[in-house]
């Protein structure tokens, strides 16, 4: 059974930085799609970044020069490098495992494992 773990959010200013983290002991990289999602309540759930099948990673558009998603395939771990933040940016965020195939960011009713997430307040 995999259980991912996320860690690193907390309370920051505006235009400061959190470095997120994701791993979950028994899972191994680069075997699936992985993904970092927000989520605030009463707003559906948003993919901000992500890696697909073949390994390859990606950042939702409208974060690009400010959100990264990086791995380090000999820990199992990927992060999510969250620079600039702004106030919009408050969420719980979630990272997900086990979709096999497709986009990192299509049916994500396919993924098998999500983390308990973590929180980001960002003040202005």
């Known amino acids: 059974q995999v259980k991912l773990m996320e860690s690193g959010g907390g309370s920051v200013q505006a235009g400061e930085s959190l470095n997120l983290t994701c791993q979950g002991p028994g899972y191994t990289l680069p075997s699936s799609c992985m993904g970092w999602f927000r989520q605030v309540p009463g707003k559906e759930r948003e993919g901000d970044a992500g890696?697909?099948?073949?390994?390859?990673?990606k950042v939702a558009r409208s974060l690009l020069g400010r959100f990264i998603f990086d791995k380090d395939i000999a820990r199992d771990i990927v992060y999510l490098q969250m620079n600039d933040l702004k106030p919009e940016d408050n969420a719980m965020y979630f990272c997900?495992?086990?979709?096999?195939?497709?986009?990192?960011?299509?049916?994500?009713?396919?993924?098998?494992?999500w983390g308990q997430g973590t929180q980001v307040t960002v003040s202005s």
């Open positions: 890696m697909d099948n073949d390994g390859s990673t």
């Open positions: 997900a495992a086990g979709k096999y195939g497709g986009s990192w960011d299509l049916f994500t009713y396919e993924y098998k494992y």
